[in-house]
């Protein structure tokens, strides 16, 4: 009856560019391949002794947290800072908007103050398509994380820490491992993955964790994690929240470890050349043993490192998008 | 003071007569005088041309929120009335979910007070099944009925205690009233803001699932029976919860059936995108449940199709989807999305009148959605072809809240006419 476009095209200015970056869903092969692209090229960079370029410079951007976060607020901080943009960074942690402000009263002050960008993260979802669909659609708005729905910049961090040491997707069998249910980062991995056409994405947890009919996602669903893990290349581990033990939906977080927690035995059971990753926070002998986190497979830093070079990447694209948007708007009055 | 009023050569539709016929029908003293034959000494005061309209009976809706006392800036009696009649709906049905609560005769009586002012619509408000709505004690359900209350429900709020809620359907039944479920498991569906599927899957939403809905229906059903109580079941949203209700009466129960026309009309699919104008509770379901819906509507599963009518101010759907407040506004579209389902070919359109009309007034067991000479003369003058949109600019709902805001309907209401006085015309 509504004839709908793809919501995600919102993330798209007229000539295709990025202007947003709100989720990987719905983007192109060549998109996120340019996004990886970007990023590699900022991971040299950042090597350097001088680790700044003029991107962003006299831009204005805003980290707008309403929800904690302590490593994606920093590395985004530090990736706009990089991008020589003035950065101000706002903790809100309020649980909901219906205390005081509204989310959009919020962010009209600061689209107010001239921003030029704005790093959004909040509990829920759609709140970053909300902000750039309804409040502020000429300020460039990179989702850093919304609800359960969507964690583009975690997820392109993990790709390219993928393609680092895969190099091409198509061969890859990838599992995802943990709580699926709440996680925005194992939604938007997937997405990525099937963009990026690895050849079989799994996802591995308890009945409890996984959101219904996940398998329309375009993955394979196993509650079994030694049968998950058979010959996999990539094992991408979830954090599970404290807060889920007292949920009813697990018994234990013993019990979670000996039936999804990754150890050094069921390791064995994956590719010999395979490598395992994790969002952070890690929760050392409830989703992974120490040994593994800290063991040669673990590429949970170089992901930390790799996060900054994809924050740098998505900021310029996204603002380059919304500038070439906003000149043809010009052109064109 | 009530004018004599004779509508001529409309095509005159009144399901509970089986009527579909080209006539004039002549009103008298605020009732329906004649049709056909002027009445002897009938001189009328005015004459309404109704060539090519349909005249029907006045449109009743089983549930309708208008906000007042308590929610004003959401809507009140006047604005929500005024939209009623600019919808063709006459009479309507009011749930408890006021500030303070129905469950006092007090807000029954300023409820009706304020409908009378506005004299744009019978309202018929519905008494809370316990106090405050709370699931605990019973509300003194004899006293608010004397006042008006037309039945009894708990909204969607929990009972939790299936002891206390079978007390308040003995105590009913007791009393012969009617007791109206708009069933949710509250637990099932906390938190929940849409249908539990691939497109909340994909949204990160929270889900409610069919569950929510079907157990408690399970539920209310068999207590329906132990207590013999005569039960309606509002704004139901699953396919099984309609089979459920359907085998109940067949076996003898005294139970009935309402749609809101979202359900029929809309899935969970249109969720995607985070429209909040799609945040519904109960939710858009599966294309199955609506299939199911559908196939009920045909096979006469449900008596009634409402608005379940919910305006809001701006600033409760200006946030992410799952922090909006759920609903629509409704009274202004039911009549042409309706019709859509007469243009889709499911059901003709005097059967689907049926469901604005005589079959809400069965589900109340009142004498009105006819008309029968010496009925009321609540009639709605509508013309089916004529093409029209909401905008702001035109909507008397205080509440913009709509997806069908600026979409091209048809089905204008021309005349709506309460008790012989015309109380809306364009």
Redesign the interface.
């Known amino acids: 009856m509504f004839v709908q476009q793809d919501p995600n095209l919102i993330q798209l200015n007229s000539a295709g560019q990025l202007k947003h970056f709100l989720t990987t869903e719905g983007l192109s092969r060549e998109m996120l391949t340019e996004i990886l692209d970007t990023a590699d090229s900022f991971v040299d960079m950042n090597a350097q002794q001088v680790k700044k370029v003029p991107l962003l410079r006299g831009k204005t951007v805003v980290n707008l947290f309403f929800e904690a976060s302590t490593r994606t607020a920093s590395t985004f901080e530090l990736a706009a800072k990089r991008l020589s943009a003035d950065v101000l960074n706002l903790n809100i942690k309020t649980s909901s908007t219906s205390k005081g402000e509204t989310l959009k009263d919020t962010l009209m002050t600061m689209e107010a103050m001239h921003s030029d960008m704005f790093v959004v993260r909040h509990s829920d979802s759609g709140a970053a398509h909300y902000i750039a669909r309804d409040v502020t659609p000429h300020v460039a708005v990179i989702n850093a994380g919304d609800g359960r729905h969507a964690h583009p910049t975690q997820a392109m961090l993990d790709m390219l820490t993928i393609r680092q040491h895969k190099g091409a997707f198509e061969p890859l069998t990838v599992a995802i491992v943990g709580d699926i249910l709440h996680s925005r980062v194992a939604r938007s991995q997937i997405h990525a993955l099937r963009t990026l056409g690895a050849t079989e994405i799994r996802v591995i947890a308890p009945t409890t964790l996984l959101p219904r009919h996940i398998e329309a996602l375009g993955v394979t669903v196993f509650t079994d994690m030694q049968q998950g893990l058979k010959d996999v290349d990539v094992v991408m581990m979830l954090r599970l929240q404290k807060e889920r033990m007292q949920s009813a939906l697990l018994p234990s977080e013993s019990e979670f470890y000996s039936r999804y927690g990754l150890t050094e035995e069921k390791l064995k059971l994956t590719h010999p050349d395979s490598i395992v990753m994790h969002p952070g926070p890690i929760n050392r002998g409830v989703e992974i043993e120490t040994s593994v986190a800290d063991g040669p497979k673990s590429m949970i830093l170089k992901q930390v490192t790799n996060g900054i070079a994809v924050r740098m990447a998505v900021m310029s694209m996204a603002m380059g998008g919304q500038i070439t948007e906003q000149q043809a708007a010009r052109e064109s009055e | 003071m009530t004018l004599n009023i004779a509508i001529k050569n409309g095509r005159v539709i009144d399901p509970a007569n089986n009527l579909d016929l080209l006539t004039d029908l002549y009103i008298s003293d605020g009732k329906i005088a004649a049709l056909g034959q002027a009445p002897d000494g009938f001189v009328a005061d005015q004459n309404i041309d109704a060539c090519n309209l349909i005249v029907s009976p006045g449109l009743i809706d089983l549930c309708a929120n208008l906000r007042e006392p308590g929610y004003s800036r959401k809507g009140t009696i006047a604005s929500e009335t005024a939209a009623a009649a600019a919808g063709g709906i006459t009479t309507l049905c009011m749930p408890p979910l006021t500030k303070p609560i129905a469950d006092t005769t007090a807000v029954i009586d300023l409820i009706e007070d304020l409908a009378k002012q506005a004299g744009n619509a019978r309202v018929l408000p519905m008494g809370a099944l316990t106090q405050a709505l709370k699931g605990e004690q019973l509300s003194p359900m004899y006293g608010l009925s004397q006042s008006g209350c037309i039945g009894f429900t708990n909204a969607r709020q929990p009972i939790h205690s299936s002891l206390t809620l079978v007390r308040c359907l003995e105590y009913a039944a007791t009393h012969d009233l009617l007791v109206i479920f708009q069933p949710m498991d509250a637990d099932l569906a906390a938190g929940g803001t849409m249908h ?3 497109t ?8 409610i ?1 069919e569950s929510a809905e079907t157990i408690e229906v399970a539920r209310c059903l068999l207590l329906v029976e132990q207590t013999g109580v005569k039960a309606h079941f509002g704004q139901l949203s699953c396919e099984r919860s309609v089979k459920m209700v359907t085998d109940a009466r067949h076996r003898g129960l005294r139970v009935t059936a309402d749609i809101a026309i979202q359900n029929l ?2 899935t969970d699919e ?1 969720v ?3 429209d909040p104008n799609f945040h519904l509770i109960p939710p858009l379901r599966s294309q199955l449940d609506r299939a199911g819906l559908r196939h009920a509507l045909v096979s006469d599963g449900f008596q009634a199709i409402c608005s379940d009518h919910q305006p809001h101010e701006l ?1 409760a759907k ?6 909006t407040e759920p609903g629509m506004t409704g009274l202004e579209t039911l009549l042409s999305l309706s019709l859509m389902l007469v243009q889709q070919e499911l059901i003709s359109l005097p059967q689907m009148l049926a469901k604005l009309t005589s079959g809400p007034a069965s589900v109340l067991n009142i004498d009105l959605g006819t008309l029968t000479p010496g009925s009321s003369a609540d009639i709605c003058i509508f013309d089916p072809q004529q093409e029209w949109m909401l905008t702001d600019e035109n909507r008397r709902s205080a509440g913009a809240n709509t ?1 069908f805001m600026n979409f091209p309907l048809k089905g204008v209401v021309r005349y709506t006419l309460l008790n012989g006085a015309l109380v809306f015309q364009q």
Request: aromatic share 8%; with cysteine; charged share 10%.
């Open positions: 539990d599927d691939i909340c899957t994909r949204l990160g939403l929270s889900g699932p009309l809309l249109n995607n995108g985070f600033a200006q946030a992410p989807f799952a922090a997806p």
